[in-house]
């Protein structure tokens, strides 16, 4: 949202409900995602969906976006402290003095002082000699000198996820991974949980699938919503945090639209059936990626 004229009211956007972090800071449930949004498309991308009242986003420096993000940041005129914005170091970056460079370079990128969320991207097991934690103290340093308000993981496993805790000064905060109705991951969602780490579902419309589903099309019927609006508040539901993509401003505004109808138990039900195991997986398997 710009900053309101005088005499005009603001848009009306609903109010994003907030989770805690262990740190205390809050975190919107709902953000905007930008995988795959070419530099060219970002900053008007960025631009609509905080018109559309999103405050969270999640880039990445492998998306190649950041400084497109960082500009529409800036030029929206909203203050720092009320967006959230997440970023992740990059395959490329596990060696520490590389991954604190690469931070650096992000918040120039990213035109701020600090990012809410600092994310490791994959855990590249059999990358690096096997050492998943080598990337953790630059994080744990990042956040100590306050340019990351939150750390934590994404793609990484259970295993993965102990063997940066074996060493961690500070416990990672977050843990994203691939989750929705085909692919819920509720093992690693139930882990995550037990530690007090925030739990991120990305692709939570498996990449658009969830739109042509028989199941979700049906609930979707029953409540005059879409499908993908189903699938985003079953997410919220079990305590994900999502950050659906769109470059379309109709689905911007209808995935954030997603706080003015419920789901039956019923229909929750419905849903949690579709669960494929690793068959409804739409990404890399984090224990085989090794893309640098
Ligand atoms: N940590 C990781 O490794 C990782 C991996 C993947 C994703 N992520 C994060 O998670 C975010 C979301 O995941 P994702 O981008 O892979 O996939 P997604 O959000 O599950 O799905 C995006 C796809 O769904 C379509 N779509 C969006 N809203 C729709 C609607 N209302 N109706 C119909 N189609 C709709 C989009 O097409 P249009 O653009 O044409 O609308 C796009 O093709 C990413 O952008 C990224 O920030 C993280």
Redesign the pocket.
Known sequence: MNVPIPGQAAPASPPIPHLTLATGAPIPVL???????APTDAYDAVSRALDAGYRHI???Q??GNEAEVGAALEASGIAREELFV?T?VDNSNHEPERAARSIAHSLERLRTDYVDLL?V??PLPTLYGGNVALPWPALEESYAAGQARAIGL??YERIHVEAVRAVARIAPHVL???A?PFFPNGALRRYAHELGMVF????????????TDPTLLKVAEELGV????VALRWALDRGHV???????P???A??IDVFSFALTCDQRKRIDALDSGESGR???HPATMDRL
């Open positions: 953000g905007f995602g930008t995988y795959k949004i999640d880039t990445a492998m998306y997440t992740k994310l991207h994959w994404s793609n994203q991974v691939e929705h991120e579902a990305w692709s939570p419309l498996a990449r658009g699938r969830v739109t879409g499908p993908a609006q999502v950050f659906p993509k769109t470059l379309n109709t689905r911007m209808s995935n739409t990404g890399s």
